[in-house]
């Protein structure tokens, strides 16, 4: 058995039909006018753009929008983070973790596309905290 | 741009893939088919074992060493560098300057030639579809002087546009910086006869041949160009290495760029005397295992024959080209097999490239995905990103079938 | 600098040397006597498999790769950074970046933090006692800039000129450039005393460490300096290899230096926008095999403890000073034992070093000969050349004792 | 055998007494007061460092004086030198190769230390010519 073999003895296919209908009909995909939350960023390594918008009233998530393009897992999941946090507060959203998200998503990644599962979240957390937070895999 | 291709006998990519050890593994039963080879180049067992050989029995620093195993070092190190002089043709093996990588060496033209040569009424000129190695450092430059930045852009086929290379001649730049071949779109630019146009002019041309040298005859006396850069991990060679190959008296008139052991004839604590060509820009301890392998790519490769390369790999990509251009919702880049490099690039119906290169890699077939460091590029065609196939002299056509077969794969995935 | 070794078991160099295929070699049935670390670190054999091993089962670009092997290289290129990290008790892997060599990381700060924050009326300071490599990105930056150059002297027996050092501190100058171990004196500097001295009059400290992180635990929040440069070919590592490890705001405040590949978010034909800490300034493809096996370096030294490592260094310096000093008419440069690095300079009457490298060589020991890039420090003791000894942890005292032999058949030789 | 005693087979023992003799008594070692050649330059591989000065007469060397400091191999090469060339004419001086020095120097070298036996040729041949002459072994 090669070292990659030995490496990647986790890799699953993961394009479930459920991924593919986030990619293809995403929910809360949009813009919000004069939001009170918003920011934007992309993956470097592989260009996937996210922006974020959130409408906030009294301390909960009242709307929330995201928009860019890239991969089906980064735009997936995006989607996805929008559901998980609409009608919540804010407080309770900061504390969203990286494995919070990845159990959403409900598929095993390899590193790289790691990257691109938390890239909505990363966006998400900037906006909220109005300053680019790091990367969480940062040892 | 024609070509005459003078070594008839064909290239036999079977008998070459046995010379790569990462070739001969197999993930679930199926062979590696690499197609990333625009990306990094695979070595062949004869690089890795030179590396290995020097450092088993003669590693040692260079240049200033009295006791054997230093000399030796010496010895194969710049044997190395008249290795690469004549693979490329160059006059000299003090023009064949060794770097970091090609970025190194195009970073090192905007530093030490560009500072000393360029001010703000100049303009630069560089081409749409530059590899982002090719464009960052021209910005910076023109950041440093206040020189304006004036763009070539391309055809929807691939080509450099015409008209803007007849505008860029009027304003007599001071510097054009052009790849020779395109790492996304494959285009093979006319190098011999824009260096010609632009030298009538008055323009200083720098030439990214990060993608020429490794796949077909480069003579840089007959392009003529000021400066060419290129990368020796993509030519078989090892990581961390890269060649300016600049006009003998242009590097001479240069100041240096880095300063540093080697690089001097003399330190005094207020001042400095610069060392000879080519050292005088090579400042530290070089990359040795590096140059050594290099050196060893370069006799694989012209053993191969430059000509057989290129003939492999045209007929290869005429042939993906081809057979590409049969799956549904494929659209293809760049222009068409004759003018096109080794590099072949396509979108596949709303499957984002980062998709299916993680598709075709779960059978084993290895491609690019993504803006390939030409965000420009990739705005002019107004994509996001690419899926790019790059051949070598490893590849045959059964690496394309296995490629377009993984790519019908995909589309079943992506329930097309 | 007082040391505190908490780690008594004593290092068994016999057993290290079997881990260095290169020290397996005999030649006329003498074993190779290698006292030329300095220069460059001899590689035990995980080194050279890691190297291997990449080569020929996961050779492929990282960071932008989807397939696999890429993820795989990735993978192991940024782990090696995080041990890189470690090692040298940086905050922060993104402090760790990757250059050419100490040479370039030198450079780099004098080209982008210094064109940034260096200016005409400053004053620049280093010493006497530097590597070419800290001083001439210096006299190149005061140059750019009209900086004023200043120097701190050292003494007969090779310590920083105190008087000097307070004399700098009045200048209240921007920069310090400071070797934490001398190459040609194996001074050890109190860095962490000189790094608090001068941050109290402002001053950013760069210390070259080429020759202190393979020899001796170096903790960098400790030292508190602002940049620490140091060389994977000297520590067991690749050539072609260097680390820049920085002040994470002053990395981030810092425009980039080479522009390219990795180092970018996003390009425009006119403008960019610059990637994260690390990669802004990792332009290009890195020297993706020597990071790799760098790491493979570092979890041997951290596995051999850098406190037994220091002790072992500490010892067989302190014998071969001691043996050295017998040899008629030897001279002895640099501090006393305690105070002294892994280096010892010597002249041995009116031979001349070139000359006694050569003889020693015969007797199949490695030593290295000339101003060592250090031309200043020559000039300052009114010599032309040293002859030099350096140690590592493969050396013992019959290493010492060989090279004490063959000195005095140089000596009968040139009919002392 | 190993890599090394394979490459090197034709190392020597080259200290000569003779040439222990010209470094330690060199001729003609001095410099000329305005001499109408001369020339200094320095190996910078490994700092030797060679003047040569010159006096010429009807195109013949009339005097020929070097100093400079370095290794035995280069200091006794360059007295040699100035022995071979006093009394020649330049024209003839100028054809001296670097065959003829080393044969002169009689003993087997390696690359390195031939820079060293050359340097004071190089050096000489820049005087006269009155810029530096490249390397001979430039391929
Ligand atoms: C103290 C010191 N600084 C800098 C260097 C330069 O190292 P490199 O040639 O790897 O850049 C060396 C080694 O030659 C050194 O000993
Ligand atoms: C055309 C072109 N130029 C420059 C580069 C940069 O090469 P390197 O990363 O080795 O500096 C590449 C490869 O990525 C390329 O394809």
Not at chain 1, 111 to 122: N, T
Not at chain 2, 129 to 153: D, Y
Not at chain 2, 174 to 197: C, Y
């Amino acid at each position: 058995m090669g070292i990659i073999a030995r490496e990647y003895r986790h890799m699953d296919d993961f394009y479930r039909e459920y991924i593919l209908d986030y990619y293809r009909n995403p929910r809360n995909r949009g813009v919000i006018e004069a939001p009170d939350y918003t920011y934007e960023d992309s993956n470097p390594l592989c260009g996937d753009e996210i922006r974020m918008d959130l409408r906030v009233r009294d301390g909960v998530v009242e709307e929330v929008k995201f928009s860019g393009r890239g991969c089906a897992i980064s735009q997936a999941s995006a989607s996805m983070l929008t559901e998980m946090v609409e009608g919540r507060p804010l407080e309770e959203v900061k504390q969203i973790s990286k494995e919070d998200m990845l159990e959403t998503l409900g598929i095993t990644l390899t590193p790289v596309r790691v990257k691109c599962a938390l890239l909505g979240l990363k966006v998400l957390k900037s906006s909220i905290y109005g300053l680019p937070v790091p990367d969480e895999d940062e040892p | 741009m024609t070509e005459t291709i003078t070594d008839t006998r064909a290239l036999d990519a079977q008998a070459v893939r046995r010379d790569f050890p990462i070739l001969q593994q197999e993930t679930n039963g199926k062979r590696l088919v690499y197609l990333d080879s625009g990306a990094t180049s695979q070595k062949p067992s004869a690089v890795i074992e030179a590396l290995d050989e020097y450092y088993r029995t003669y590693n040692a620093n260079v240049h200033r060493g009295v006791y054997r195993i230093s000399e030796l070092a010496s010895e194969r190190y710049e044997k190395s560098r008249v290795k690469v002089q004549r693979f490329v043709n160059a006059r000299s093996s003090r023009e064949i300057i060794f770097t970091a990588n090609v970025t190194a060496s195009l970073n090192m033209v905007a530093y030490t030639w560009g500072r000393a040569n360029v001010s703000r009424d100049d303009v630069i000129v560089f081409t749409e579809m530059e590899h982002h190695s090719n464009i960052v450092p021209w910005q910076i430059l023109s950041g440093m002087t206040g020189a304006r930045l004036e763009f070539i852009h391309v055809t929807d086929d691939g080509y450099l546009n015409e008209e803007d290379v007849e505008r860029a001649l009027e304003l007599r730049p001071k510097l054009l910086a052009v790849t020779a071949v395109s790492n996304v779109l494959g285009t093979i630019n006319p190098i011999k006869e824009l260096v010609a146009r632009f030298h009538e002019v008055g323009t200083t041309v720098v030439v990214d041949a990060a993608q020429a040298v490794p796949h077909m005859p480069v003579d840089v006396r007959e392009w003529d160009a000021d400066f060419v850069g290129f990368t020796a991990h993509k030519m078989l060679g090892p990581t961390g290495l890269g060649v300016l190959c600049g006009r003998r008296e242009l590097l001479e008139a240069m100041p240096p760029f880095m300063g540093g052991g080697d690089m001097i004839r003399e330190v005094h604590l207020d001042r400095t005397r610069y060392n000879e060509l080519p050292w005088k820009f090579e400042a530290g301890t070089p990359n040795i295992a590096g140059v050594i392998g290099l050196g060893v790519a370069v006799d694989y490769l012209s053993e191969l024959g430059m000509d057989r390369v290129r003939a492999h790999e045209r007929e290869l990509v005429a042939y993906a080209m081809e057979q590409l251009a049969e799956v549904p919702d494929l659209r293809l880049f760049g222009p068409p097999p004759k003018d096109h490099g080794a590099a072949v690039s396509f979108t596949l119906a709303d499957i984002h490239p980062h998709d299916l290169a993680h598709i075709l890699d779960q059978e084993n077939v290895c491609v690019r995905a993504g803006h390939h460091c030409a965000q420009p590029l990739m705005e002019r065609y107004d994509i996001a990103a690419t899926t790019r196939a790059s051949f070598y002299i490893y590849n045959d056509r059964d690496d394309v079938d296995a490629l377009v077969e993984a790519l019908h794969k995909a589309r079943k995935i992506f329930m097309l």
